[in-house]
């Protein structure tokens, strides 16, 4: 009897041969996919990619059965060395479809860049000026073409107060960079950078940091599953 809850039913058991079969046969794999999925990385192409090459390093490519996320079927490919783990995570994935699967989303791919801005002579008609010029500063800070084209780019300014600091008071300002499928840090960096000069004549300070930040609220992923007793 086929199990409802096992899209590929005994595929462990199945040889190499066999298991490339039913993934073609299925479309989830075509022949040029299967090419390049047993054709190993060139020694001439790996001293492209990396420093000091002198050989190749090789892992087993294995597959995560009986996936289910937001309503649709998915196959994950694992390179893993070590046993068990393949069978562990189909297993999970096939006691999480009996709950419907796994349900996931996420917000904007929103990242920060924070320019700090020292011996600001007055903080409150700083941060008004730098407000009033938001638009003027994100439309500056729109350095990636790439991004941009994408709907990507800069959306929004902060600046944030720091009174007390073992350095002295101090404005942070936070320029909210929409990365699209960017991780982001080159294009933050660079708009922080672009924007840090005209922040020190709209405030009468010095920018001293203009860096990405590891605060990743505004960029959130999540994901939700319910196993059934």
Same mark, same amino acid.
Request: aromatic content about 6%.
């Given at each position: 009897?086929?199990?409802?809850?096992?899209?590929?039913?005994?595929?462990?058991?199945?040889?190499?041969?066999?298991?490339?079969?039913?993934? #073609?046969?299925?479309?989830?794999?075509d022949?040029s996919?299967m090419?390049a999925?047993h054709?190993?990385?060139?020694?001439a192409? &790996?001293?492209?990619?990396?420093?000091?090459v002198?050989?190749?390093?090789?892992?087993?490519f294995?597959?995560? #059965?009986?996936?289910?996320?937001?309503?649709?079927?998915?196959?994950?490919?694992?390179?893993?060395? =070590?046993?068990?783990?393949v &069978?562990?995570?189909?297993?999970? &994935?096939?006691?999480?479809?009996?709950g419907?699967?796994?349900? !996931?989303?996420?917000s904007?791919p929103?990242?920060i860049?924070?320019i700090q801005?020292? +011996?600001?002579?007055?903080?409150?008609?700083a941060?008004e000026a730098?407000?009033?010029?938001k @638009?003027e500063?994100l439309?500056?800070? +729109? !350095?990636?073409?790439s991004i941009?084209?994408r709907?990507? /780019?800069?959306? +929004?300014?902060?600046?944030?107060?720091?009174?007390?600091t073992? !350095? %002295?008071?101090?404005?942070?300002?936070?320029?909210h960079?929409?990365?699209r499928?960017?991780m %982001?840090?080159n294009a933050?960096?660079?708009?922080? =950078?672009?924007?840090?000069?005209?922040l020190?004549?709209?405030?009468? /300070?010095?920018?001293?940091?203009?860096?990405l930040?590891?605060? !990743?609220?505004?960029?959130?992923?999540? &994901?939700?599953v @319910?196993?059934?007793?």
């Amino acid at each position: 009897m086929q199990d409802p809850h096992s899209r590929f039913r005994g595929f462990y058991r199945r040889t190499i041969q066999e298991r490339i079969a039913i993934l #073609m046969e299925q479309s989830i794999l075509d022949s040029s996919a299967m090419e390049a999925l047993h054709e190993s990385l060139s020694v001439a192409h &790996a001293d492209k990619m990396i420093e000091n090459v002198v050989g190749r390093y090789a892992l087993p490519f294995g597959l995560g #059965m009986n996936f289910l996320m937001n309503g649709r079927e998915y196959i994950v490919p694992m390179v893993v060395e =070590e046993p068990s783990i393949v &069978a562990a995570v189909s297993f999970a &994935a096939k006691l999480a479809r009996r709950g419907g699967g796994f349900y !996931t989303g996420s917000s904007r791919p929103v990242m920060i860049g924070q320019i700090q801005l020292l +011996d600001v002579p007055d903080h409150c008609a700083a941060e008004e000026a730098i407000i009033a010029a938001k @638009a003027e500063l994100l439309q500056l800070a +729109d !350095t990636s073409p790439s991004i941009t084209a994408r709907g990507g /780019g800069p959306v +929004d300014l902060v600046v944030r107060h720091l009174p007390q600091t073992p !350095t %002295g008071p101090m404005l942070i300002v936070h320029l909210h960079f929409d990365c699209r499928d960017a991780m %982001g840090a080159n294009a933050v960096n660079t708009a922080a =950078e672009t924007i840090a000069p005209r922040l020190e004549m709209l405030s009468g /300070g010095r920018a001293l940091l203009r860096i990405l930040s590891n605060l !990743t609220d505004e960029r959130r992923a999540w &994901a939700e599953v @319910a196993i059934p007793a």
